[in-house]
């Protein structure tokens, strides 16, 4: 199938009409409902409903967005890794959550360029779920995440453990800024403590919560190896009987797609791990 005519689908349902969507493609709207009669015909079904209001999608083109973005993706991947580059045997394609990408992924990504120079590398950063989808579709070949999914075929190895706890400022503890470390933290968080489950200043990304209460003031939680240069310095003091968080790392990748390079980048991670190296942020409030 013509991978235009996926991306004009795609098109269409953020559109939310034809007229639309072929404004944003810069075609013609008889263009674009040639497109949609093509796709329908290849798959024997209609995809819309077609009315002065726009272009509803039916049960079919529900269940056809999946596999649109899966085609759209992969396409893309293949464009971006095509041809190798010369000299290299292979793309490795990691990723990793956004605040596992300093420094674990920093410190990986060196690893794999000094260590397997003959291999390039294209490292990918963004929420779990997005790079579980990815690997799934095999635009990825490994991730790092907090939370994995579990499907047929699918390798976890906990490659981490770490704590969630509860730290402050000296000079300034309050007030109690709400850090969400994912689905799972949240209900175990509200559950321990529900009088702080609702918090006037609230982050997604911890990196920036700690810059934040470095400077301003505040409590929250935080991963212990993140914090700890900071708790030694002492320009933050640990929480003391404050209720602490499991907050494990795992590596997650298809066993079909198992290779050497692979189980090589892998030891790699492994010893970027027990290196122990100092994985603040190295922003000096000072």
Known sequence: MDIELARTFLQIVRSGSLVAAAEQLHVTQTAITARVQNLESQLSCKLFVRNRAGAKLTADGEAFVLFANQ????????????????????????GGEVSLCNPLMLSWVQQLRGQMPSFAVRAEIGDGQALLKQLELGVLDAALVYQPSYWPGLQVEQV?????????????????VY????????RQHDAALPEKAKAALSFNHGPLALQYILASG??????????????DSGA??????APEFNYPTYLVYARERDSEALQQAFALLREVVRSGVDWSQRWDPA
């Not at 850090?179 to 949240?186: A, H, L, N, T, V």
């Not at 505040?218 to 708790?231: E, N």
């Open 218 to 231: 505040g409590s929250g939680y935080f991963r212990t190896r993140v914090v700890q240069s900071y708790l």
């Open 160 to 176: 981490l453990e770490e704590k969630l706890i509860l730290v402050r400022q000296p000079q300034q503890p309050e007030p109690y």
């Open 179 to 186: 850090i969400d470390w994912g689905e799972g933290f949240r």
């Open 236 to 241: 933050l003091q640990r929480v003391e009987k």
């Open 71 to 94: 085609l759209v993706q992969t396409w893309e991947a293949a464009q971006r890794d095509l041809p190798l580059m010369p000299g290299y045997r292979t793309v490795l394609r990691v």
